[in-house]
C-alpha cells in the first residue's frame, strides 16, 4: 500500500526510497515512537487532503474562523 501511493503521488523525494527500497523499509519498522502518555491520531492520506473546515470537523476543533 505504500509503495502504491508514493508510486501514485510522483514526488521526486522518493527516488532515494525507490532505489533503495529494503533499506527504506528497514529504516522505517526500526523507527518507534518514545514518547509516552500523548495521543496518537492515524490519519489514512491516501485521499485528497481535507480543507480547513473538513479538518476542524474531523478532529472536532472549535472553529475560530
Not at 515512537?33 to 472549535?62: F, Q, V
Request: hydrophobic share 30%.
Amino acid at each position: 500500500m505504500l509503495k502504491v501511493r508514493m508510486l501514485e503521488r510522483n514526488n521526486e523525494r522518493d527516488r532515494w526510497k525507490f532505489d533503495h527500497w529494503d533499506e527504506y523499509i528497514a529504516s522505517i519498522q526500526r523507527s518507534h515512537c518514545t514518547w509516552c502518555g500523548i495521543p496518537r491520531l492515524e490519519y489514512d492520506n491516501s485521499e485528497p487532503l481535507p480543507t480547513a473546515h473538513e479538518l476542524c470537523e474531523l478532529l472536532e476543533l472549535k472553529r475560530y474562523f
